[in-house]
């Protein structure tokens, strides 16, 4: 009889750990259950059964409205999809290990500093299609954020203090009309830059002077850019410093002309959906 105590407390342990290592039943899960994905579910709160140590959680297109310190306890969770729900604000206390969040399309309206403060090892944060107003970064935090999309809100001017080590910024579609001097100036990274679908009525002169971009879309109306020098001001095209290599300059009603300069690294120009009155006078070199 003693000697079949420990070969049932073994059984019942397995027991155990086959229960806790279940999916949640209205989820599907890898094989190894640390990829769960609850997306369309219809669900109003964290479902119920799922490993501390999930890696991947999709959550998105559901009725959430507030995840706050729920998700703390996820020590291991690497990627994160809370798109298409309906929280007010980013949740509180998500997990450091965090590398990329993907939470577009709630009613986000302001991001605090307190909202990324401890994610040094975020990489991708996509904001876009919420109601952002405002966000506020600290300096020297989200040292490895690579891309961060806020397109899709209502900004009306370009956050500054952005984490400098950004690569692309998406700021396209909402209702800027103004760079601030220097806000661009800590991106030395940045290498992809979207402003398209915005309501920009002049650039400041410098404001693109320290970046290195490659790919940029402005989707500017061309009658603000009617000369050589705001040109060089707004594209930083025409120098030695800058290597973009490919503009798109979309939904323009003026076009007037671009400089002919032999220091110019542009190698695409995409002018799509234009009323042109005037073709641009651009010959390409190299």
């Known amino acids: 009889m003693y000697k079949r105590a420990p070969l049932s407390c073994l059984l019942l342990l397995l027991s155990l750990l086959d229960i806790n290592a279940a999916c949640p039943s209205v989820c599907s899960c890898s094989d190894s259950q640390r990829e ?79 909202d990324t403060t401890y994610h040094w090892n975020l990489r991708t944060l996509d904001l876009s299609a919420n109601k952002l107003e405002r966000v506020v970064f600290i300096n020297n935090t989200l040292p490895n954020l690579k891309a961060l999309n806020l397109s899709h809100n209502r900004f009306w001017t370009v956050p500054t203090n952005m984490p400098q080590n950004l690569e692309m910024v998406d700021l396209s579609h909402n209702t800027l009309v103004q760079i601030l001097p220097e806000s661009l100036d800590r991106l030395a990274k940045l290498t992809r830059f979207h402003l398209h679908a915005n309501r920009f009525s002049t650039v400041s002169e410098g404001a693109f002077e320290n970046l290195t971009l490659n790919y940029m879309v402005t989707g500017w109306s061309l009658s603000i850019l009617n000369s050589p020098q705001h040109f060089k001001t707004a594209f930083q095209l025409l120098g030695t410093k800058q290597t973009t290599s490919q503009l798109h300059i979309k939904q323009n009603s003026v076009l007037r002309s671009l400089i002919n300069r032999r220091t110019v690294f542009l190698r695409h120009l995409y002018a799509n959906n234009h009323y042109l009155k005037v073709y641009p006078g651009l010959w390409l070199y190299g």
Not at 38 to 54: E, K
Not at 61 to 78: E, G, I, K
Not at 81 to 91: K, Q, T, V
């Open 36 to 114: 769960v994905d609850c997306s369309w579910r219809g669900l109003r709160h964290l479902p119920s059964g799922l490993q501390f140590n999930v890696y991947s959680l999709n959550l998105s297109h559901n009725r959430l409205a507030d995840l706050d310190h729920h998700l703390s306890p996820y020590t291991h969770l690497r990627t994160l999809d809370i798109s298409n729900n309906r929280l007010a604000r980013l949740p509180a206390s998500l997990p450091r290990s965090l590398w990329d969040i993907r939470a577009s399309g709630n009613r986000i309206r302001f991001l605090e500093k307190n």
